[in-house]
């Protein structure tokens, strides 16, 4: 029997205003889907397209990136570059046939802990629905 | 416990006092935070969200919390009580008693199993009384100290004698009952009061009662996410969700018996209206008010956005009373409209915006030390120094002084940790040694740009502390736009002030006063920054080393055209009828009717902010000339009228003395004609009669906007933000009110917003305190967090120095990029971009983030293995 | 600088096809400031393979250097043991880089991976375009410091052609026409007379047409 598909999101939080979100949903104990992975950056700036696709590489499923709001980046432009940059991901795994929306980045401010949930909970869902990235089927054939 | 020459006592572990204790300390000076309760924080933490920026404040001030606990110029002490002050300025002997929290904060490893098996279950202030917790307890997860207390009140081992779970439980051997109170004896140089306030609730407020009348705290915590309804919000009687809820404002505030504003209520039950509806988007949010009193940068279009996009109902009345509805939980609000319709309405909840007023401790604690209080019990201070006190060596800021809100306390916190320092300073104490840090020495000097009252006082703060002052003016003359004021709404003389202040600058040796003066271009970072300056008398510049600069460049006023202004000579602008009441008031003596027609170009929608300073002018003006000619009808036309805090008074004064208030809306302006011979006419809609009345006065004052200086050119040398009104942007609008985002440039007043010159006072010294915790570092502080290049990698392709926001990489003599450490922010965007992978951060190496993303799937996702 | 262009995916793709073990080798230099073949581009273009490749249900071991040139042959020899465990290279150097390693490698096959584009500038970040030709017949002083044989399309020496409509080329309307560019510097710079002498027919023969070409510095020889 296979077991229901469970994806596997890796979420890059910035360590100023999404993480903190992130630390408020958990202390309000509010409830997110446990797919959700978070690594803490100091910028969302800082997380390369190498990362993105690593992470993909080394079996998740999607990959979201959070950063701050727009015009509220500690750094002035951090998040403006990772939009670009994943604009330009998406692209990349155009090229390979893997589904974009795989891939997606939100701004969010610190205090939105409901916001953070319901990302966690749209991207799960997304993922979900367009079923383990292909990377993952071939292995489970063999 | 030890005491140390050049120490500092600061009362109240709030935000005004977590603030002084910081910058203090990061001066040099050591410092004693004692806090009545176990944790610091105070009432921020039990804000759901502030205004207007919605943001949750106790995770942005997380940071300042852990600061101010791991400092080592600074020592908190909570659950202490000061007992005694005696001595004088320069050398006061504090004595403080400690109560034990019975829990070793060194042990405690916050795991709560203590809390889990403690059988006493006690209602939880922190919730405002609407959950419980233990008699063991940590106020909430993130608390500093973060480590149980045990509440000697509650506790069954004290209450009942025996019960020891808490001490069995333990693995940490954290808890010893043992612990006894103890006395602690300090020698401190100064002490400051950040008491903070006590919500009023008044005695005619007996609807308290009814389950579903709630105060505006309780409502925070409802909504509050880590709050007793995890943040879903229903009301008390039934966890229902109510479908209409109404705020009353001014409750405790406005009346006899507290005559004053507590200038923050309206802001904040527009916020829980605005955050009400994001709960629940078809709820009915009604506020009941009498003015709508939201004066500070960007409030007012957080009120228009209530009204426009949110559709928070505003309805103009003072609720006297408020009934039950028989057989439900539900409320019925029984209200006279400005006509004097009495209309009834039913509502599911009702908060009441309570009043501010001081805290009881602190006003017996200031009357031991023999400190002049008002007779609302705030402390009495001049508007030209706002954060002393009577006694000197004893400063008060925040809520003590009158009633403010976060930003201005935080601002307040700042000023009182610059008057007490300068205290300090002129006594002779020693500084506590710098923190250790290498590298290079700030430049001892600071710039300030903009020659008014604002620059002059940052200038003497910095000066009398030692370091040297470039104040840049662009005038021939110092004082700025306060050399047309006459009085301050205290009615102290303000020009006397200026006077003896320009005096003070000029002859200070330290001060180097640059007039016709124009900055060219300034490059650096904070503790060492080169500015070009130009006199325009000469061709030649002058160029500037300083280590920090301070923006005071002001603002402007309106130059209107509306209501006959320029084409009238008896239309005066307020400044006008300053002058002639100084130096011609028997020209003016003799007028039978008088008109002053207020927000003459503020709260429109090309210029969506209230001016804060015309409201508290018109009346004191209005007032001068009744006492000229007691028989002179006044007028004053106004659309809400803000006397803010203590500036209630004049207000209350105003009517007393027959003076005729006539509310105006936006649509329905004054009419302002002339006949043949230039006699006036008003016309106006009295919206208490619906009808026009017509007024003929011999004079009208327009109380016109202030608006932003010609900034742009400068916000541009100095790479600074202006907001979308033209005035320059802070760091943050609310915790950090003096600061640029970029490090050692600050501002301080009218160039942050419209303010009154008390608030522009405080500013200046706050904006002077953060310029010293730059300047008295031994070495500029860099962070360890700084990008470091591989120049055996890198190819010097420019692409991290084109892409630096702090233009921290250059490209040095040799054709390599350098990395100015001061100036680098460590957020790694040139990391990722960098085509060779030639840097790193420091404290970053071997990419951590990739290390992440690798480690992120080592753990199998067992929980999906089936 | 030399500015290139990863090729497509799918190119590379079919390039590599069959082959296991590869050695992705990047070049530090022109192509890694015009983002192309970098090592920052070797990661990346690394992760992608493997990817397509596990997708495919196929093997393949990738190994990732950059070395500073590609174009020098001395450079070239740390990578040996790299290049001699695989069984192809993919170079993200420019044509000259590839050359060079196949040159000096001769039994090893070396793909490339980038196109070479053309000689230029980053205009700003992100942005490079195209300024020399290597004609090997300066003519700067003539054009005002503007290239007419790299930057006009039809390489016209007595511009502008009747296509130039209001400072811009025929072919596009975002590509400036380089004859009304020098016209307005000489014309700034005083100097409009230079355009009253017509170019004589340019010789060619020392832009490649005459075959490869090559330096000879005697002084310089072994």
């Not at chain 2, 250790?436 to 604002?454: D, H, I, N, R, S």
């Not at chain 3, 052609?161 to 209001?166: F, L």
Request: proline share 4%; net charge negative; glycine share 8%.
């Amino acid at each position: 029997m296979k077991a229901k598909f469970e994806p596997l999101i890796l979420a890059f939080c910035c360590n100023y205003c999404p993480s903190c979100a992130a630390d408020l949903a958990e202390s309000a104990k509010l409830q997110y889907p446990p797919n959700i992975r978070i690594i803490k950056v100091p910028c969302i700036g800082a997380v390369g397209t190498i990362h993105i696709l690593k992470a993909l590489e080394n079996g998740a499923d999607g990959v979201c990136l959070m950063g701050c709001l727009e015009g509220n980046c500690e750094y002035l432009t951090g998040n403006f570059r990772a939009g670009k940059r994943v604009q330009y991901v998406k692209k990349l795994l155009g090229k390979l046939s893997i589904e974009k929306e795989r891939l997606e980045i939100y701004n969010l401010s610190a205090a939105e802990a409901h916001r953070f949930c319901e990302i966690a909970g749209e991207v799960t869902e997304t993922v979900r629905s367009l079923g383990p990235i292909p990377l993952k089927i071939d292995n489970s054939k063999i | 416990m030890f005491s140390k020459v050049g120490s500092i006592l600061v009362v109240g572990g709030g935000i005004a006092g977590i603030q002084a204790c910081l910058d203090l300390a990061d001066s040099g000076y050591f410092v004693y935070l004692v806090e009545k309760s176990a944790f610091i924080g105070g009432k921020i933490a039990q804000l759901d969200k502030t205004y207007p920026v919605n943001d949750c404040p106790f995770c942005i001030r997380y940071n300042e919390h852990m600061e101010c606990a791991s400092h080592t110029n600074i020592e908190i002490l909570t659950l202490s009580e000061v007992r005694d002050i005696k001595g004088s300025s320069g050398n006061f002997e504090v004595t403080i008693a400690q109560h034990p929290g019975y829990v070793d904060i060194e042990k405690c490893t916050v795991c709560g199993l203590c809390a889990e098996r403690c059988p006493e279950e006690v209602n939880d202030e922190f919730n405002e009384g609407l959950g419980k917790r233990k008699a063991i307890y940590l106020e909430y997860p993130k608390a500093v100290p973060n480590g149980y207390v045990i509440d000697r009140k509650n506790c069954l081992h004290f209450t009942k004698e025996g019960c020891n779970i808490c001490l069995e439980v333990c693995n940490e051997k954290a808890i010893d009952f043992d612990k006894n109170e103890k006395d602690i004896t300090l020698n401190v140089g100064s002490v400051i009061l950040a008491t903070g306030f006590d919500s009023v609730v008044p005695s005619y407020c007996e609807y308290i009662k009814f389950p579903n009348v709630i105060t505006g705290m309780e409502f925070e915590r409802i909504m509050s996410l880590n709050g007793p309804c995890g943040g879903h919000l229903i009301r008390p009687s039934d966890r229902k969700e109510p479908k209409n809820i109404a705020w009353l404002q001014c409750i405790g505030s406005r009346d006899i018996k507290h005559n004053y504003c507590s200038t923050v209520c309206c802001m904040y039950a527009v916020k829980q209206a605005i955050l009400a509806k994001k709960h629940n988007k078809i709820l009915n949010t009604s506020i009941f008010f009498m003015d709508m009193r939201v004066c500070g940068k960007d409030y007012e279009r957080y009120y228009n956005r209530a009204k426009d996009e949110d559709d928070v109902r505003f309805v103009r009345s003072r609720v006297h009373n408020v009934f039950p509805v028989d057989g439900t939980d539900d409320l019925l609000i029984r209200y006279a409209d400005e006509r004097g319709k009495i209309s009834e309405e039913i509502y599911d909840m009702v908060v009441l915006s309570l009043g501010l007023e001081p805290s009881q401790d602190a006003v017996k604690l200031a009357r031991g030390l023999g400190i002049s209080l008002d007779k609302n019990n705030f402390v009495e201070t001049s508007s030209f120094a706002p954060v002393n006190t009577s006694v000197p060596g004893v400063y008060a800021c925040g809520a003590f002084n009158a009633p403010k809100d976060i930003s201005e306390s935080i601002t307040e916190a700042s000023a009182a940790a610059c008057a007490s320092s300068l205290n300090m300073a002129a006594s002779g104490a020693a500084l506590h040694d710098p923190l250790e840090e290498t590298g290079q020495k700030p430049v001892p000097a600071g710039l300030v740009v903009g020659g008014g009252v604002t620059g002059m006082v940052s200038c003497l703060c910095l000066a009398d502390q030692g370091y040297r002052a470039y104040l840049i003016e662009k005038t021939d003359k110092l004082g700025g736009h306060a050399l047309k004021l006459r009085k301050t709404f205290k009615g102290e003389d303000v020009s006397s002030y200026v006077k003896e202040l320009i005096n003070k600058v000029e002859n200070h040796h330290l001060i180097d006063v640059c007039l016709n003066s124009e900055v060219k271009n300034t490059d650096g970072y904070a503790g060492n920054f080169s500015t070009r300056v130009a006199i325009s008398s000469s061709t030649e510049t002058k160029n500037i080393k300083h280590g920090v600069t301070i923006m005071s460049t002001g603002a402007d006023f309106l130059r209107t055209s509306e209501y006959l202004y320029g084409k009238n000579p008896n239309v005066l602008s307020w400044f006008q009828l300053d002058k002639m009441l100084s130096e011609e008031p028997n020209t003016i003596k003799n007028a039978n009717a008088w008109v002053f027609i207020l927000c003459v170009g503020s709260r429109e929608p090309e210029r969506p902010y209230c001016s804060k300073i015309c409201c508290s002018s018109a009346l004191r003006n209005a007032l001068e000339l009744k006492k000229l000619n007691p028989d002179m009808e006044i007028y004053v036309l106004y659309r809400d009228m803000r006397t803010y805090g203590l500036i209630e008074d004049l207000y209350t004064d105003a009517r007393d003395k027959g003076i005729v208030f006539i509310r105006y809306k936006l649509d329905g302006k004054p009419e302002v004609d002339e006949d043949q011979d230039g006699r006036l006419k008003v016309r106006i809609l009295d919206n208490l009669l619906g009808e026009h009345i017509i007024i003929q006065p011999d004079f009208i004052t327009l109380q016109t906007a202030i608006v932003p200086g010609n900034h742009e050119s400068l916000a541009k040398l100095f790479k600074l933000p202006l907001d979308q009104d033209g005035f320059f942007r802070e760091a943050h609008k609310k915790f950090k009110p003096v600061e640029f985002s970029a490090k050692g440039i600050y501002l301080a007043g009218l160039v942050h917003c419209p303010k009154p010159i008390d608030e522009t006072i405080s500013q200046a010294q706050a904006a002077a305190v953060k310029a010293v915790t730059v300047l008295s570092k031994e070495y500029i502080a860099t962070s360890n967090e700084v990008a470091s290049i591989d120049l055996k990698l890198c190819v010097a392709c420019l692409t991290c120095a084109r892409i630096c926001s702090y233009d921290a990489i250059v490209i040095n003599g040799m054709g390599k990029p350098y990395v100015e450490p001061a100036k680098c922010r460590g957020c790694g965007i040139c990391v990722v971009e960098c085509p060779t992978k030639a840097i790193i951060l420091e404290h970053f190496k071997n990419d951590p983030i990739l290390r992440s993303v690798d480690e992120a799937f080592l753990e199998p996702f067992t929980e999906y293995v089936q | 600088m030399i500015v290139g262009q990863q090729k497509d995916f799918d190119e590379i793709k079919k390039m590599i096809t069959g082959y296991n073990r590869l050695l992705v080798l990047g070049c530090q230099t022109c192509v890694a400031i015009s983002f192309a073949g970098g090592m920052r581009e070797v990661e990346i273009l690394a992760s992608m393979i493997r990817m397509d490749r596990k997708m495919a249900g196929q093997d393949v071991e990738i190994v990732e250097e950059a070395i500073l040139r590609q174009c020098d042959f001395e450079f070239l020899d740390s990578v040996k043991d790299l290049v001699a465990d695989c069984d192809v290279v993919l170079s993200l150097a420019c044509g000259v880089g590839v050359q060079a390693m196949a040159e000096r490698y001769p039994d090893k096959v070396i793909l490339p991976g980038l196109n070479t584009t053309f000689m230029g500038l980053t205009e700003e970040m992100g942005v490079w375009s195209e300024r020399c030709a290597g004609c090997g017949d300066c003519i700067l002083d003539r054009t005002g410091g503007l290239c007419p044989i790299a930057r006009c399309s039809k390489g016209l020496l007595n511009g502008p052609c009747g296509g130039s409509v209001n400072g811009k080329c025929e072919i596009s309307p975002d590509v400036d026409c380089v004859w009304q560019l020098i016209i307005d510097r000489l014309k700034a710079l005083n100097q409009l007379e230079k355009l009253e002498e017509i170019f004589p027919v340019k010789d060619w023969s020392v832009s490649g047409h005459g075959g490869t070409r090559k330096i000879i510095r005697e002084d310089l020889t072994a």
